[in-house]
């Protein structure tokens, strides 16, 4: 998995504001937020993850599946694989 090891530190830095959302969030619902404000939040953290997706996935896909040196048999397992993930990330 080295296209995940080269772009290491810029994935980290998202994952940690994701946690420093999530964190917010947890402490705002231990007041009494407004709703208004608790739904920016989440929609915030759903931005973050979707951005830290799309940035893996491309990666993912340019490093597996556009690789000139696989099978097609490589290639169709990889395929399989993503649409595993997809499924379960878009339930």
């Known amino acids: 998995m080295s296209h995940t090891s080269t772009a290491q530190k810029k994935l ?6 994701i ?3 999530a964190s917010a969030l947890e ?6 937020p407004k709703c208004i404000s608790v739904l920016q939040q989440i929609a915030a953290i759903k931005g973050a993850v979707n951005g830290l997706m ?3 996935l491309e990666d993912h ?5 556009g690789a000139p040196d696989i099978s097609q048999t490589q290639r169709d397992e ?3 694989n993503v649409i ?3 499924k379960s ?3």
Not at 12 to 17: E, I, T
Not at 61 to 65: F, T, V
Request: aromatic share 4%.
């Open 27 to 32: 402490t705002s619902l231990e007041g009494e």
């Open 84 to 86: 595993l993930i997809l």
């Open 12 to 17: 980290l830095s998202r994952v940690r504001r």
């Open 78 to 80: 990889e395929i399989e």
């Open 89 to 91: 990330y878009l339930k």
């Open 54 to 56: 799309r940035e893996v």
């Open 19 to 21: 946690k420093g959302q």
């Open 61 to 65: 896909l340019r490093a597996h599946l």
